[in-house]
Every structure is written in C-alpha cells, then in structure tokens.
C-alpha cells in the first residue's frame, strides 16, 4: 500500500494531510524516513511523529439519517453537528459529501478514502435523489427548463423531475455542486422549503429514521465502476 494512503487509513487523516506529514519528515517505515514513492504492508512498522501507527484492517462506514439543523463539521460554531447524534468512538469519520444544515435524509460517514472518492467523484456521476418541497408550484414551463439546464453561476444545471403533487418533486441528480438544488431553483424564482436526500449511488436510506443511523464495514465493493 503506497505510504500516503497507509498513513490516511491508519490515523483518520485527509490524503493531504498525509503527503503533507510525508513532505515535513514526520513518518518512518522501519525506523527509516519514508518518502512519497514507498510502500508499507502489515510486517512493516510504520510511525508517525515517533508514534507507531498499523493500518486499518477494515473500513467503517456509518449512514446518517441527517436531521435538519445540523451541520456537517466538528465546529458548529454555535450550530449542533451531526457528531451531535454519534457515539465518540464514530468521531473520526468524515463526510462522503455533505448536506446543508437545513437539509436533512441521507449522509454516510467513512474513514475509506477510495470509497469517499468512488461517492464524490465527478468521473463517477452516482446518482443522487432528493425529495423536495417548494413555496409555490412549479409550473410546466419551468420545469422543462431545469430538465433542459439553467445557467447557475459558472455552471449549467440540469436534473429530472417526478411530480408528487405541485409543489413536492423528487429530483433525480448526477452532478455534486454546493447547495445545487437550492441554487437553481432560487434562479427561476423558488425556493425549497424542504429538501431531503434518500438515495446516494446505490445506498437508500429505506427505513432508517430521523437521526438514526446504521453501521457497515467493507461496503462499496460491488459497485466502484466508472461512469460511461
């Protein structure tokens, strides 16, 4: 396993953090200093800042039913954090993907980097759908331009639409932007009043209830294909 993501897995830590410890002198394997192109296994021994570290033998990933109200970082700021609704021993994973604090459905929580990237990343397009209410109905002829795109900042915005009834949609996405949905419906004049994500990829939050949350090890191994 390439050193970087040894120490990412062993410790909790981002990739950059990582590269980072590596560039400042910071890791040894066997007692040697590591550089960026080394490898480390299971027999070597590994230390960062003089600590012997091991890597993780398995991946834990936690999926949230996130409640609106939270924010999704350790610094509230004032705010409560989805750390909030977790035990302290489930403190070190982090978001694959985020939602907003008024958002709420589902949010999973993994300390594996690749899955984490498999989830976010763009060449990977997994599909995320959101239930959505809004302030007045959308009419036909909006709605035809969110499926056909609407320019929102220095993008172009376009997902699909299922009616519920005339003001609730469930919104079908394959693009990540930051509040996304929000945005793009602010530029054609509404806004979402509530907006609740039950599905990531292939993960559904099914019957997991506000607050709630469940426990995998392992998971994402079947599905890691790129996007055509």
Not at 28 to 38: M, S, V
Not at 111 to 131: F, V
Not at 209 to 216: I, K, L
Request: hydrophobic content about 35%; glycine content about 8%; some cysteine.
């Amino acid at each position: 396993m390439r050193i970087n993501k040894f120490v990412a897995q062993a410790t909790g830590l981002s990739r950059r953090a990582a590269d980072l410890a590596l560039q400042e002198g910071r890791v040894l394997i066997n007692q040697r200093l590591a550089g960026p192109g080394d490898s480390a296994g299971e027999s070597d021994t590994v230390q960062l800042d003089g600590r012997p570290i091991k890597a993780v033998a398995s991946h834990l990933t936690i999926m949230l039913n996130k409640p609106a109200g939270y924010v999704c970082s350790r610094a509230g700021q004032g705010s409560r954090t989805i750390y909030d609704l977790l035990p302290p021993e489930y403190h070190r994973l982090k978001p694959a993907g985020r939602l907003d604090k008024e958002s709420s459905g589902l949010l999973l929580l993994t300390d594996d980097g690749d899955l984490a990237n498999r989830l976010t990343h763009p060449r990977y397009a997994k599909t995320k759908i959101y239930e959505i209410s809004l302030n007045k109905p959308l009419a036909a002829a909006d709605k035809t331009k969110l499926e056909q795109g609407v320019k929102v900042e220095d993008y172009v915005s376009r997902f699909s639409l299922a009616a519920i009834d005339s003001r609730t949609w469930r919104v079908s996405l394959g693009q990540g932007r930051n509040r996304q949905i929000r945005r793009t419906f602010a530029v054609l004049g509404y806004t979402v009043e509530k907006l609740r994500r039950d599905h990531f990829g292939p993960y559904s939050l099914d019957d997991l209830a506000s607050g709630e949350y469940r426990v995998y090890y392992n998971l994402g191994k079947a599905d890691d294909s790129p996007a055509d």
